[in-house]
């Protein structure tokens, strides 16, 4: 519950910050932010946020103050005071810290700008450039020497700070017309005005051996071979001076380097490549950079890099079910490997060697068993072997039966209702019975739910089981109301199969008369209603009274559809982290409808009816389908309905004539907000039509199927499956 207090004072917030923007500061300096309310009615919370990251964690906060101590280039960026009252929007203000940095400082010598010349010649003209990065640029500034003395812009040595034909940040020497008098050490200081960060110095020699570089790679360094997995060096060298930085990239594909950029910087012409994987294997191309070097042409090299890699098969594992006495054959194929040309295999049934041989052009290998036996079931392995190591193929042959697979449609299968003690009748079949030996018995095992011990017998099974078929079993004595836990495992020659278990919980009939179900979801089973495992989330189950006081306000209802706010219901909960079109699906109870009339009488015809509560601005949409027995893979759309319906419950009435046990599934989709809740309640089928229909349109219609005697409406067992496939 949210209280608050409204006068004719309230106001949204207003802010005012104390400082400059921007705030460009020294690393190492302490800053303060200050911000302060200028109004807003209840007093507005201050908090502040950076825009990208968080805050740095050394940020000392007290109220509308923000400290960040010694400060360093991480924490630059965008600083917002944001005042919130929960009234109106927030108000919000922000500054730009800036540190301020020199850093990355680089030259590069053009020989000769005019005649495209490598070479430093007397008599042209040669230009020095120098660039840094700085923060922030307008304050950079340059000076320049010549051993060590300064040097001015004169008609020979034309200096510029800054060259509108190359990037930010740099400044030329341009020596005219040069002479044997101008070889030397030229040096380019860079500095930020106002002091307090430490200048950059670039030194750049000029003389007779100052030359343009030549770039080799050493006869034992390509092809390079590694395997994957290893660290390796790719090297080229560089001669001239000065050396300039080297580029590697790929030569052979437009793909990213192992360092995630298109191109890796090296100062010693090595790249270093750890953990080598098979994708790297390829041609690199080295080549000369123009910073710290010469701005001529780029000189270029080629690597070789060879990734041997074990063998990739398939398959990596593989079950295999058979029989005794009859034969089967296990593939190994091998997809990938370098090198090809010394791939071996071994094939080995536990630590049993059987074969071995090597590859010629093939890419698989071969083996059978021309007649299982007890002796040759097991694990078979195939280690296909090159120089880089193995890959394996795995298969399990194994003569275990495949598990039953319990039938949840059994009509009435509670075949035995007497005071104390109810009977069930167990409905399977089996799963691909064929696949191994005959199947001459079921272990069937029963416990009490939450018990320890299992009761056990075996069932004993007469000749073979058809695919499909279906198996009764029927228990008998169990005792009301108690639930019990099923397990069942079919048993060949070779011993036991898969198990499946189930369990199957008691539940008292409805007088069969009254022909009528009535569902206000106030049981702790809600009517036997179930969720789809095949959906984004759940519904749940909530009265007004027991609902979380942090709910959404604006959407769902405020009391069940009688009004009581002890009474419950089912809605879908659309908060976070739900998102847009996620479904929940509630799925009813099977509904058995008695054996068709052989006379030929057409259906009986039902009322089915719900209220329902769409109140939001949010709202998605609320569907209803029919799922007849046997067609667990069709939904029949009976009714739909989107969007905001307003704050009370609606009634739905539908006519269906379903010619066999069916049920009712309740869909919830999510709308595009938070203020989406869907709500279902007291939902009723009653034998004979509607006195008025709600979207009768899809209504299903039965053909010439007979009529329906009468409908067994609240089932008698819950169903439920532990590790069986459901039919």
Not at 266 to 294: A, H, K, P, W
Not at 395 to 423: I, M
Not at 485 to 501: A, K, N, Q, W, Y
Not at 580 to 609: D, H, I, M, Q, W
Request: net charge neutral.
């Amino acid at each position: 519950m949210v209280s608050f207090r409204l006068s004719n004072k309230t106001a949204s917030p207003s802010i005012k910050l104390l400082v400059d923007d921007p705030i460009v500061v020294n690393p190492g300096e302490a800053i303060t932010l200050v911000c302060v309310t200028t109004g807003g009615e209840p007093a507005p919370s201050l908090t502040w946020v950076r825009s990208a990251g968080v805050l740095p964690e050394k940020t000392v906060l007290n109220g509308g103050t923000l400290t960040i101590p010694a400060i360093t280039s991480e924490d630059a960026g965008t600083y917002s005071c944001v005042a919130n009252n929960n009234v109106g929007n927030p108000a919000k203000k922000s500054t730009n810290i800036i540190v301020r940095a020199l850093k990355k400082g680089r030259f590069w010598i053009t020989p000769d700008p005019y005649h495209k010349d490598d070479n430093i010649q007397i008599g042209r003209e040669v230009k020095i450039s120098c660039q840094v990065e700085a923060i922030p640029s307008e304050e950079l500034t340059f000076s320049w020497f010549k051993n060590g003395r300064p040097l001015r812009s004169s008609e020979r040595m034309v200096i510029t700070q800054t060259d509108p034909d190359v990037s930010p940040g740099t400044t030329n020497l341009d020596i005219i017309d040069l002479k044997f008098t101008d070889f030397g050490t030229y040096t380019c200081v860079a500095s930020l005005k106002g002091g307090g960060i430490s200048d950059i110095s670039i030194d750049v020699n000029i003389s007779s051996s100052t030359v343009p570089p030549n770039l080799t790679v050493p006869q034992e360094k390509s092809p390079l071979v590694t395997r994957e997995g290893d660290t390796i060096e790719l090297q080229c060298q560089v001669t001239g001076k000065p050396k300039p930085i080297i580029l590697w990239s790929r030569a052979d594909k437009e793909v990213v380097m192992p360092d995630g950029m298109m191109q890796t910087e090296s100062y010693d012409g090595i790249l270093r490549i750890v953990n080598v994987s098979r994708e790297m294997t390829g041609t690199y191309r080295c080549q000369t950079s123009q910073y710290n070097g010469f701005n001529v042409k780029p000189r270029e090299a080629l690597v070789q890099l060879i990734v041997q890699y074990p063998p990739a098969v398939e398959p990596t594992f593989l079950e295999i079910r058979q029989g005794q006495g009859r034969s089967i054959t296990m593939s190994c194929r091998v997809l990938r490997a370098y090198p090809t040309r010394v791939l071996t295999y071994e094939w080995r049934l536990g630590s049993k060697l059987l074969r071995t041989g090597q590859f010629d052009v093939q890419d698989s290998t071969e083996y059978t068993v021309s007649s299982l036996s007890r002796d040759t079931y097991g694990i078979y392995n195939c280690n296909i072997i090159n120089e880089a190591g193995a890959g394996r193929c795995s298969f399990l042959v194994t003569g275990k039966a495949y598990a039953p697979e319990f039938y949840y449609d059994t009509y009435n299968p509670l075949w035995q209702n007497r005071p104390r003690v109810y009977s069930y009748s167990l409905q399977w079949t089996q799963m691909n019975p064929d696949a191994v030996d005959r199947i001459l018995a079921y272990r069937l095992g029963i416990r009490q739910a939450g018990q320890q011990r299992w009761w056990e017998q075996e069932i004993t099974v007469n000749g073979n089981i058809q695919k499909g078929e279906l198996i009764t079993y029927n228990l008998t004595e169990l005792i009301k109301p108690e639930a019990y836990e099923v397990r069942l495992t079919p048993i060949t020659r070779f011993g036991e199969g898969d198990s499946t278990i189930r369990v199957i919980k008691y539940s008292a009939p409805v007088n069969p008369h009254l022909r009528e179900f009535h569902c206000g979801f106030e049981d702790g089973n809600i009517c036997l209603f179930t969720q789809d495992d095949t959906d984004n989330f759940d519904w749940t189950k909530q009265s007004t009274a027991t609902r979380d006081t942090k709910y959404t306000p604006n959407t769902g209802p405020n009391a069940d559809r009688t009004g009581s706010k002890e009474g419950f219901y089912m809605y879908i909960e659309t908060s976070r982290p739900r998102l847009e079109g996620e479904k929940a699906r509630l799925v009813s109870p099977v509904f058995s409808v008695a054996p068709k009339n052989p006379y030929g009488a057409t259906n009986t015809a039902y009322c089915f009816s719900f209220y329902y509560h769409m109140y939001g601005q949010h709202i998605g949409s609320l569907n209803v389908y029919l799922r007849l027995k046997g067609q667990t893979t069709i939904e029949n759309p009976l009714w739909s309905s989107s969007g905001n319906k307003g704050q009370h419950w609606n009634q739905a009435r539908v006519n269906i004539n379903p010619p066999t046990s069916f049920q009712l599934i309740f869909e919830g989709i999510r709308g595009p907000g938070i203020e989406g809740d869907i709500a279902i309640d007291d939902v009723s089928i009653v034998e004979g039509e509607c006195m008025k229909s709600d979207q009768p349109a899809n209504n299903l219609r039965s053909g010439a199927v007979g009529t329906l005697a009468h409908i067994r409406l609240i089932p008698v067992i819950i169903l439920m499956s532990v590790l069986s496939h459901q039919r």
